[in-house]
């Protein structure tokens, strides 16, 4: 239920933390993986590791921000593999940390054309497709900051919880298709993104005081719920959001 072979599936931010372990694990349990994020030699060189352990995988470089990147990234995807079996709109950014007060429009802008807009577009050129084949899985990755308030996150967090929705009501329009369409919202994971509050002693205690497990997660504990959620063993799941924060929500 758990194996990939001859599925095809699309990563976006691809190139590092949660993204480049989900390219490894579709590959390793047999998908062609098409990795993909801003630079091609980031991209080239997760492809020359999933290769390196017996995996197929290609590059495909594209800025998530940008409507031309999207559509090329879709065709050039199709152009590449015929079909995509798996989406997983993982690319996200935010350059800003503060209070709402100070977001500049331009900050704004950046965040949800990254964030929002361009997986948002990236869907649904995958998704018509899906529902003109065979169909397929959307995988959306959140974050815990799209469902409760963080300090300092406030813009990032409108983001997310758009994305929330915005995975409800593409699973509610394309079950019909067969597509099915869910969330995950990480917590605190160990990746490049949270390394301010990790390496910091007293923001890390301060960020898990609510944290029932005691601990950050690791990207490898993501990539597993995103392969068990893009599988057959998750055949009757759709418009779920998929909280995976150590019980933090609890």
């Not at 599925?7 to 990795?35: D, M, P, Q, W």
């Not at 577009?121 to 065979?134: D, P, S, T, V, Y």
């Amino acid at each position: 239920m758990f194996l990939f072979k001859g599925k095809n599936v699309l990563v976006t931010g691809g190139s590092r933390g949660i993204g480049k372990e989900i390219c490894k694990h579709f590959a390793k349990y047999g998908a062609k993986v098409i990795v993909s994020s801003r630079k091609l030699d980031a991209c080239e060189k997760v492809v020359e590791e999933i290769k390196n352990d017996g995996g197929d995988a290609i590059a495909i470089a594209a800025n998530m921000g940008k409507m031309e990147d999207v559509n090329m990234l879709a065709e050039k995807s199709f152009g590449e593999c015929g079909y995509i079996d798996v989406l997983v709109n993982n690319a996200a950014t935010n350059p800003i940390f503060g209070p709402l007060l100070n977001t500049e429009e331009k900050a704004w802008d950046k965040i949800m054309d990254v964030n929002l807009k361009g997986p948002f577009f990236l869907a649904l050129r995958i998704a018509r497709k899906m529902i003109e084949g065979r169909g397929g899985s959307v995988i959306n990755i959140a974050s815990t900051a799209g469902l409760r308030s963080w300090p300092g996150l406030g813009v990032y967090g409108i983001s997310k919880g758009a994305i929330v929705q915005m995975t409800r009501q593409m699973a509610r329009e394309w079950a019909g298709g067969n597509v099915r369409v869910n969330c995950i919202a990480p917590g605190l994971i160990d990746t490049d993104f949270s390394r301010v509050l990790i390496d910091n002693q007293a923001l890390r205690e301060e960020a898990l005081k609510t944290v029932s497990m005691n601990r950050h997660g690791v990207v490898s504990e993501i990539a597993g719920l995103t392969l068990f959620l893009a599988s057959d063993a998750a055949s009757y799941i759709t418009g779920q959001i998929i909280v995976a924060d150590g019980g933090g929500m609890c």
